[in-house]
C-alpha cells in the first residue's frame, strides 16, 4: 500500500516537487519513444521488436529505481535509523520517510501505519514477509554501533557469517560479512 501522497512511480519526490537533489526516474524523462501500453510519457521498455522477438540492442527493462516500502509506526525515526546505519540521506514528512545512497538512485522508504504490528521471528504467527541484509567488515565491530541506534540483537542467532536484529520497529535485519 502507498502514501495516498506519493506519486505513482515509487520514492520519487524529484518528479513530484522538482527537487533537482534527487534524479527522477525513467518515467520522468523528456522525450523517448512512447506506447499507449506503457503509460503517456513513459518510455517504451527496449528490447523486444514489433514482432515480439527479442532484440539484441538493448536490455529489456520495464521499470528502474526500484524502491522498499516498509510499514511502521515512526517513519521519520524508522528513516532515521536506516539512514544513519547506511550513510544516506534522510528526508521525512508526514508519515513517510525515505532514504537515498549519495547517487540517489538507492532508495528504501519508511510508511507510517496506525495499529502497526510487529513481525515476530522466527515464528510465523505475524510473518516477517521480508527483512533487509546490509555488509559490514566486522560483525563484532558492527554490533555496538548499531545497538547505539536503536537496534536490538535478537535472541535467535542461526548462523555465523551474520547476526540478527531487529530495527526500533520489531523488523528483523541481519549485519553480514559473507
Known amino acids: 500500500m502507498r502514501h495516498p501522497s506519493r506519486v505513482a512511480t515509487g520514492c520519487d519526490d524529484a518528479a513530484r516537487t522538482g527537487d533537482s537533489e534527487w534524479p527522477r526516474h525513467a518515467g520522468s524523462r523528456a522525450g523517448g519513444p512512447t506506447t499507449a501500453g506503457t503509460g503517456a510519457g513513459l518510455p517504451r521498455p527496449y528490447g523486444r521488436g514489433s514482432s515480439g522477438t527479442r532484440s539484441s540492442l538493448r536490455p529489456m527493462a520495464i521499470a528502474r529505481y526500484p524502491s522498499f516500502v516498509i510499514d511502521c509506526p515512526d517513519a521519520e525515526a524508522l528513516a532515521t535509523f536506516y539512514g544513519t546505519l547506511?550513510?544516506?540521506?534522510?528526508k521525512a514528512?508526514?508519515?513517510w520517510g525515505e532514504i537515498r545512497?549519495?547517487?540517489g538512485q538507492q532508495c528504501i522508504c519508511f510508511q507510517q501505519v496506525e495499529g502497526y504490528t510487529p513481525p515476530q521471528w522466527p515464528g510465523q504467527e505475524v510473518p516477517q514477509q521480508m527483512h533487509l541484509d546490509v555488509m559490514v567488515l566486522d560483525l563484532d565491530e558492527a554490533e555496538p554501533e548499531v545497538l547505539a541506534l536503536g537496534a536490538t540483537r535478537h535472541e535467535h542467532q542461526p548462523g555465523t557469517s551474520f547476526r540478527v536484529y531487529l530495527?526500533?520497529?520489531g523488523h528483523p535485519f541481519c549485519l553480514c560479512v559473507d
Open 93 to 95: 514528512s508526514d508519515g
Open 86 to 90: 547506511l550513510g544516506w540521506t534522510v
Open 167 to 169: 530495527d526500533p520497529a
Open 101 to 103: 545512497d549519495e547517487s
